[in-house]
């Protein structure tokens, strides 16, 4: 089982950056999948990025491809989100999410464990 912290939300204007973090418990953090998904008002809980267990592959939505980094670190059991040119439609809560497939996947469903979320409010 492993238990995951996020943070680095907040407000910022479009165009700016934004870098969030996840604190995952456990000593088996690198045997997890890690993903990153976000939920705006009203909308379904959607998929942002994905990385793999070494960290080697990363996978985006098309629309945050060229802005969106995902990134690992096994030995401080973490996962980060870089988030650049921030657009007002980027305002949303972002959570922290892992599972223990073999391979990356992408399917929200597919996750065992999620963080609380943090909020990022991207003002025009």
């Known amino acids: 089982q492993v238990q995951l912290v996020e943070s680095g939300g907040g407000l910022v204007q479009a165009g700016g950056s934004l870098r969030l973090s996840c604190a995952a418990s456990g000593r088996t953090f690198s045997s997890y999948v890690m993903g990153w998904f976000r939920q705006a008002p009203g909308k379904e809980r959607e998929f942002v990025a994905a990385i793999s267990k070494s960290g080697g592959r990363a996978y985006y939505t098309e629309s945050m491809k060229g802005r969106f980094t995902i990134s690992r670190d096994n030995a401080k059991n973490t996962v980060s989100l870089q988030m650049n040119s921030l657009k007002p439609e980027d305002t949303a809560v972002y959570y922290c999410?892992?599972?223990?497939?073999?391979?990356?996947?992408?399917?929200?469903?597919?996750?065992?464990?999620w963080g609380q979320g943090t909020q990022v409010t991207v003002s025009s």
């Open positions: 999410a892992a599972n223990s497939r073999p391979v990356v996947v992408t399917q929200l469903r597919e996750y065992e464990y």
